[in-house]
Antibody, heavy 120, light 107 residues
């Protein structure tokens, strides 16, 4: 079955760029939407955005000015760049597949998540 | 933005209890409502999609009902492995949003 795995630095300095990669195994990235979702410690879930395999994107307006997502079909990976980070961006970052059926869509499966701390 | 609110934010229950969690959308979302379970230190796991369809492999003690703005997740006969945080999520709008979560604790 499809599995997702996040990777990237666990510590980022304020004002720098947070960069994460999600590697998809057990299936092709050439379908579905591929999402990033984050969860500050002890808090709820916030959807960051998605990218389709075609490269089309949809970002949360609250983060849109700082977010870029890309997809690398040759490596079955997609990535997240979040610029100008502050302590408020400290969170567990999850990647997740957006599954679509008959117009309905949901997140399944999810990666295990990676904690990114913003601190000098 | 479509705001999702859940109630209660937390509850205490015993093994074998029937538990009901409510999710309310700030505007009508039809059946575009999903439920997830999250255990400590783990990623959320899909339980129900399209308001009432049980994801494959999820025990039948979980069920979802509702449409429009009001939805419920019911767990009949709560099991020890069900103590977790539950989130609803709407997929009606292009801005996908989650409820704040409901923590189900052991009484």
């Amino acid at each position: 079955q499809v599995q997702l795995q996040e990777s990237g630095p666990g510590l980022v300095k304020p004002s720098e760029t947070l960069s994460l990669i999600c590697t998809v195994s057990g299936g092709s990235i050439s379908s579905y939407s591929w999402n990033w979702i984050r969860q500050p410690p002890g808090k709820g879930l916030e959807w960051i955005g998605y990218i389709y395999y075609s490269g089309n994107t949809n970002y949360n307006p609250s983060l849109k000015s700082r977010v870029t997502m890309s997809v690398d079909r040759s490596k079955n990976q997609f990535s997240l760049n979040l610029r100008s980070v502050t302590a408020a961006d400290t969170a567990v970052y999850y990647c997740a597949r957006g599954y679509d059926s008959s117009g309905f869509n949901w997140f399944d499966p999810w990666g295990q998540g990676t904690l990114v701390t913003v601190s000098s | 933005d479509i705001q999702m609110s859940q109630s209660p934010s937390s509850l205490s229950a015993s093994v074998g209890d029937r538990v009901t969690i409510t999710c309310r959308a700030s505007q009508s979302i039809g059946l575009y409502l999903n439920w997830y379970q999250q255990k400590p230190g783990k990623a959320p796991n899909l339980l129900i999609y399209a308001a009432s369809i049980l994801q494959s492999g999820v025990p039948s003690r979980f069920s979802g009902t509702g449409s429009g703005t009001d939805f419920t997740l019911t767990i009949t006969s709560l099991q020890p492995e069900d103590f977790a945080v539950y989130y609803c999520q709407q997929s009606h709008s292009t801005l996908l949003t989650f409820g704040g979560g409901t923590k189900v604790e052991i009484k």
